[in-house]
Structure formats: C-alpha cells, structure tokens
C-alpha cells in the first residue's frame, strides 16, 4: 500500500483545514487507518484512528472535539478534518495503515502500523 498525504499548508489560527491520505496500490478495505502528527523538535504522535470493520473512531483526548477522521472507501481515501486549528498544532502530519485484525490492536502505538504516507505540512500561525 502506498500512501499519499495532501492537504497541509499556512493556516491562521481558528480556521479549519482537511487532510487527504490517498491510497495506491491496493484497496483500503480491511486496513485501518490513522493519522499522526509530528511537531518541530518533538516525537511523533497519535492524533486519530478509524477501524476499517465496524468505523469505530479513536482520537488522542486533546483533540477531542477538534478533528475528525473518516473515509471515503469508493475513493480509497482517508480525511482529517481540522477545526478551530491553533499554533500548537503546527506539525508534520502522517497518514498510516495497518490490517485491522480487530479490537486487540493498540491503533494509538506507531508501531502497530506498517504503511506509512511521507507527511504533509500543517502551519499555524497566530
């Protein structure tokens, strides 16, 4: 599965903005999907996961509220939608993929998933 993130740019504070991760390759279908994000000098993090059997979504709590993720699967494609961004979310974003074997899987670990996008730019200014 190849990976394409999309979407990121210069935003002001408040505003919103989506994310794209398009898949290639192979169909999406029984993957689930996350994305992470990495900001400057720090580790990367868990930002959001959706299952692929039953859509059951997971977000990091600080974000709660703030981002949604979800997917188009006649597309092949997963979103994140971005609202009421702030500086603090300034960070590389990464989309990831990994088979959804099911509710023992840590979907919020970076090393649960095994396909990655190369990360899109996501800058907010104040």
């Known amino acids: 599965v190849q990976l394409q993130a999309s979407g990121g740019g210069l935003v002001q504070a408040g505003n919103s903005l989506r994310l794209s991760c398009a898949a290639s390759g192979r169909s999406l279908r029984s993957y689930a999907m996350g994305w992470f994000r990495q900001p400057p000098g720090k580790e990367r993090e868990f930002v959001a996961a959706m299952r692929w059997f039953g859509g059951r979504t997971y977000y990091a709590d600080s974000l709660k509220g703030r981002f949604t993720i979800s997917r188009d699967n006649a597309k092949n494609t997963v979103y994140l939608e971005m609202n009421s961004l702030k500086p603090e979310d300034t960070a590389v974003y990464y989309c990831?993929?990994?088979?959804?074997?099911?509710?023992?899987?840590?979907?919020?670990?970076?090393?649960?998933?095994?396909?990655w996008g190369q990360g899109t730019l996501v800058t907010v200014s104040s």
């Open positions: 990831a993929a990994t088979v959804d074997y099911g509710l023992g899987q840590d979907l919020k670990g970076l090393y649960e998933y095994d396909y």
